[in-house]
T-cell receptor, first 114, second 115 residues
Framework: AQTVTQSQPEMSVQEAETVTLSCTYD???????LFWYKQPPSRQMILVIR??????QNATENRFSVNFQKAAKSFSLKISDSQLGDAAMYFC???????????FGKGITLSVRP | DTEVTQTPKHLVMGMTNKKSLKCEQH?????MYWYKQKAKKPPELMFV???????INESVPSRFSPECPNSSLLNLHLHALQPEDSALYLC??????????????FGPGTRLLVL
């Protein structure tokens, strides 16, 4: 069975600084998707960034980038120039693909200090 | 547009009531999902519909009854719920064909309180 591990329950970052959120996963599949979702207290689960396992290039979306290490089964999220609006719970998720189960990590609560 | 809408936003119901949650998307997605989420926890998958057919049921109690009347609409019928069923119910959709770009997009959720 696939598992996703987010070992840090909470992190804090100073506004404008950079923070990295860690995630590891376990799978025997070779093709899959990895995601980071953000869930603010307003509760909407928002897609931050996605990575397809067959792509070697790390995904980037503006201030958000990932470090995808397929062999190590590691998928960390780097947030640059942190903003107050980045404060939220962040979930790392693994997905084999359509019509299958999206497996989430336990999540990490990120706070941003002004 | 990656919008999934859910109604109602909040719902309070007694244990003998019957109510329904509604989810809608107009992205042409052919896979739709129901999740249950407790506070400070990750979402838990309940059901998956693929091309309007139920493809995954994660051993959910029969007091939850899903329905997919068409490719844009997903309902969750609730009957005789228990207080422990109080949670945020999230709907999601994806293209359903696999391949590049396949992603689950979530709605804002329905906050359910069972008294």
């Amino acid at each position: 069975a696939q598992t996703v591990t987010q070992s840090q329950p909470e992190m804090s970052v100073q506004e404008a600084e950079t923070v990295t959120l860690s995630c590891t996963y376990d799978t025997s599949e070779s093709d899959y998707y990895l995601f980071w979702y953000k869930q603010p207290p307003s509760r909407q689960m928002i897609l931050v960034i996605r990575q397809e396992a067959y792509k070697q290039q790390n995904a980037t979306e503006n201030r958000f980038s990932v470090n995808f290490q397929k062999a190590a089964k590691s998928f960390s999220l780097k947030i640059s120039d942190s903003q107050l609006g980045d404060a939220a719970m962040y979930f790392c998720a693994y997905w084999p693909g359509a019509n299958s189960k999206l497996t989430f990590g336990k999540g990490i609560t990120l706070s941003v200090r002004p | 547009d990656t919008e999934v809408t859910q109604t109602p936003k909040h719902l309070v119901m007694g244990m003998t009531n019957k109510k329904s949650l509604k989810c809608e998307q107009h992205m042409g997605h052919r896979a739709m999902y129901w999740y249950k989420q407790k506070a400070k926890k990750p979402p838990e998958l309940m059901f998956v519909y693929s091309y309007e057919k139920l493809s995954i049921n994660e051993s959910v109690p029969s007091r939850f009854s899903p329905e997919c009347p068409n490719s844009s609409l997903l309902n969750l019928h609730l009957h005789a719920l228990q207080p422990e069923d109080s949670a945020l119910y999230l709907c999601a959709s994806s293209q359903g064909r696999g391949g590049p770009g396949e992603t689950q997009y979530f709605g804002p959720g329905t906050r359910l309180l069972v008294l």
